[in-house]
């Protein structure tokens, strides 16, 4: 396992270099200019001061050279300041990365919570009124659009029955019990979605477990029906379980800008897109950099999970 | 006066225990701004003074040194930090602000500005001549500033230290309106101490201080307790204890947390909301239908392409069946669902340098711009309309000219851009028919000598206008210090755009903004709609309960 892990992590080191240089290609593909945006029309000395800003910035030099001196940087974990506000990158998105970590976790568990009792009930009542209800509930979760979903939640909990705030974010570690109230709105709004997509895939996989030998072996053994389903079915059910909501959870680190926009809620999708509008280069690289290497440890960390949930699974 | 001020009891600053005195009185009795040695002297609390106000805004600052960055005046919660040598009051008129009194030379080559003594920068810094030319040659250096701000002093050669408090502009040209273009926005002062923290902790000298900010989610200030300013009782200002700028860029976000309580005040209600939130919600909420001087308008691009006539012989008459498709009362209805009110000039009616008498531009006749397109060379070439993504009214008037182009015959396209993308593409040239707006030209010259003066930078960047009698009206007009001739002046270049159409006005931009009527006592905004000015807007707001 250990041999296993070291080797998986070296692995990562092509793909992170490859993340990099498309990274970097991506933002040098973008239209228009941070310099044109930073210094405006009607001065009369734009050309000075674009020539000023232009290798204050180092943006005179070849692409290859300025790749090789990010990544050099990058390395170092310095990623250099941003060019609008000026201020370390490594603060702008300190400041970002726990208030989207902190929503996509308990959207993530919630969606979990909800969906894996819920696909296994269904699965195991097949054809009951729980799977058809179970059934219908996913249905709807993958049919309405998150955006809409947070706008109706808003209108019911926040602006008719007033129990909780319709937008901002307080951290947990300023005042936990005031930041969960700005927390339930948007986690409920990506759990109830991911939910969905969660359910119908612990159903089918149950399913498909279910009507394997081994369960029937294990039946005519005399065992529990309980210690079946949730000792042996269910573990082995929730190997595409894990693999689905490990790449959501990676995937609403940086996906959740419209829930971030409806709920004002200062995540690192949002800082991401200002920071393309505004061509803020390092920002952009650095973001997208920093979600692509969690994507990427996500793989890695789903991957090992197999192993700890079926030994029997192989370790290539 | 609040509960929490109640609290708080009586609070002193040091300039409290000093004795006013009766110049100051007289001055204070008339709701005049303090002024002098003993300016904070008569400092007092007020009764009404109190509480933090939550304010929803639109946009945000993209950073904290407020001479790098435009600190926009209706939108960003950081203008509450930001202060400068003259001020301006509900009309948009000039107004003493460090500087307590000015004067121009003869030739208006030349302006001398009095300061204010004991005036402060945040940090206790005495804001005296020499840090007023030091802020002046900071915002003049193109390594610093930006060039919006620095455009507004690019007339000023240089800046003299006369003694402590006075200080003398020399300018390149004659100007008779430096003083208004030496209001806080945006050129702002900065304390030259804490130049060095200017983008992580700025030092100014405005109503409030800086406290904390994170961008497009928090920016907090507190009330500076020595603040020139006083009300007519001689009371400091501002009431407020504190700002909390909470930017929600989506309009409707911002609508509803102002509904269910989270915010106190909010800029930009949608138009389409407006009628509806006013009627419904009028009872709890006060709306502010702001006065405005901002202008949608079309730009053509006469610098290149079909509709310039260096290359299109027939550009003129393009333009003309341009203008007659253009049904701007259903702009009117459409985009601003029946607000405001449709432009022939760039000043609205609502400010004092609305011209009286100029030719308007085309009217709307479809039938007359398909005959004007099938007859001028090119009416079936391609033209491309751009218009920003960032202000929804801009590509929402692309749109519908779009489609009143198409109705009219024309092969035309529209693109909806980014800021970067416009900007690149209106350098190059590289469109025909630019969906835009312009405004916050507090004097005419802001707009005629920046935009339709043919050696102005953005009009050679962006349009490529030239007309010599328009060119030599604008020159003059900036010697001129009769008001009358000179509104007339600007009226009569109003009438050659009119007439020329380098560009279309579409639209005067309204503004509308909303509070709790509980909650936010004795606030108005300002004509064009900034928060912070002499004698009312943010600075005289409280929060009651």
Redesign the interface.
Known sequence: MLAYTLRRIAQLVPVVLVLTVAVFAFVEA?????V???????????E??RA?LTK?YGLDRPVYERYALWLVRTLQFDFGNSL????PIST?LL?RIPATVYLAVVGIVLSIVIAVPLGTLAAVRRNSAVDYTAQVISLAGISIPEFWFAILC?LLF??YL?WL?????VSPLEDFWGSLQFLILPAAAIGFRQAAFTTRLTRSSMLDELSKEYVDTARAMGLPERRVIFRYTLRNAMIPTITISGLQFANLLGGTVVLE????W?GIG??IF?AI???DYPLIQAGVLVLGVIVVVMNLLVDLTYRLLNPRVKLA | MTDEAVKKGPEHTRRSFLTATTALAGAAAFGLPATGPAMADARKRSPKRGGTLRFGTRDDS????TH?N?IYFVSHPLTGITGGLVDFDDKMEPKPAIAESWDASADLKTWTFKLKRGAEFHNGETIDAQSVKWNIERIKD??IS???T??VV?GVERVTVDDKYTVRFHLKEPDVALDINLIYYPVNLMAPGAADKA??EPVNCGPFKFKSW?????CELVRFENFYETDAEGNSLPYLDGLIG?????DR?RL??L????LDLIDNVAYADAPAFKKDHGKTFETWPVPQVGTAMMFFNLKNGLLSDKDNPDAYLLRQAIAHAIDREGIHQAVFNGIGSIANGFYSTASPWHPKDIEPSSKFDPDKAKALRKKAKGGDERLTIIANDTFPYMHQSGELVHAMLKDAGFNVVLEIL???????K??KGDFNIDSTANSYRLDPDGWFG?NILSG???NR??IGYKNEKADQIIVAARQERDRAKRRQMYADVETLVNRDLPMLYTHYVPLMMAGNRARVKGYTPSFSGPWSYAGAGMRRTWIDG
């Open positions: 973008l239209p228009g200019s941070i044109d945006t930073l210094i405006g029309t009607e001065g009369g000395d734009v000075e001061a000023i204050e609008v506000t000026r201020r702008e400041s808003v926040s602006l007033g705030p319709s937008s901002g974010y926009s409806i709920f004002a200062p949002r800082a200002e509008l505004q061509r | 993209v950073g904290l040194d790098r435009i193109p390594k930006h060039a919006f620095r455009s690019s983008d992580t994170r961008r497009l989610d928090r909470l930017p929600k860029k989506e976000v509803t947390a509904r269910t309580g989270e980014p800021s970067p993308v416009m900007l690149d209106q350098t920046r102005a930078p953005e960047r962006r």
